[in-house]
């Protein structure tokens, strides 16, 4: 129940696309999701959250979209550059325990 | 603002080891997490430290273990090395926990040859 599902493991895009990544969660005390970009040697970094209270939450080229009553969210990216190849991260937060979860992953490529 | 370091950056150790691995968190960040990387199993919480003591645990073996001092400096031990050890090792640091943005440092990688 303390999982965050996210899928796919791996996302190929050509320059200019829109990138969707999803992540599906089993605890409905979750009240928090953020998204961590990380690329290669450094550490995850934030770079969106959401509350369950909105549907959407839009921060530039990034967009996360929020189904609370299917419990599950996921991250699109807009206008799609190479730059943004990195890992991608979900993840989902009880604020009652302040532990925060992580999805597995998402190797994301932006072809040139 | 100086963010999160960690030290080392980088060791190799060998089976039946112990290692203890250090974090900074940034000023005036009082929660430090520490996670495991590895590519089959993403990032995997260890422990959480806040004021000094563990406030939230992972599901890892007793071999792991951590402590905060009173500057919120932070380190975590792992005793009796094996090759499953291999992994990059991420702290992170927070102004309280829960819902706060958490800061990564660039972690270390720990290789258990």
Not at chain 1, 44 to 54: F, G
Not at chain 2, 10 to 37: A, D, E, M
Not at chain 2, 84 to 92: K, R
Request: hydrophobic share 30%; with cysteine; aromatic share 12%.
């Amino acid at each position: 129940q303390q999982q965050v599902k996210q899928s796919p493991q791996s996302l190929i895009v050509q320059k200019g696309g829109i990138p969707i990544i999803n992540c599906a969660y089993e605890n409905t005390a979750f009240d928090y999701f953020p998204w961590y970009q990380q690329f290669p040697g450094k550490g995850p970094a934030l770079l969106i959250a959401i509350r369950p209270d909105v549907s959407e939450k839009k921060e530039g080229r990034f967009t996360i979209s929020f189904n609370k009553s299917a419990k599950q969210f996921s991250l699109h990216i807009m206008d799609s550059q190479p730059g943004d190849s990195a890992t991608y991260f979900c993840a989902a937060s009880d604020v009652r325990d302040d532990k925060i979860i992580f999805g597995k992953g998402t190797r994301l490529h932006i072809l040139p | 603002k100086a963010g999160v370091t960690q030290t080392p950056r980088y060791l190799i150790k060998t089976r039946g080891q112990q290692v203890t691995l250090s974090c900074s968190p940034i000023s005036g960040h009082r929660s430090v997490s520490w996670y495991q990387q590895t590519p089959g199993q993403g990032l995997q919480f260890l422990f959480e430290y806040f004021s000094e003591t563990q406030r939230n645990k992972g599901n890892f073996p007793g071999r792991f273990s951590g402590r905060q001092f009173s500057n919120s400096r932070s380190e975590m031990n792992v005793s009796t090395l094996e090759l499953g050890d291999s992994a990059l090792y991420l702290c992170a640091s927070q102004t309280g926990g829960g819902a706060d943005e958490q800061f990564f440092g660039p972690g270390t990688r720990l290789t258990v040859l």
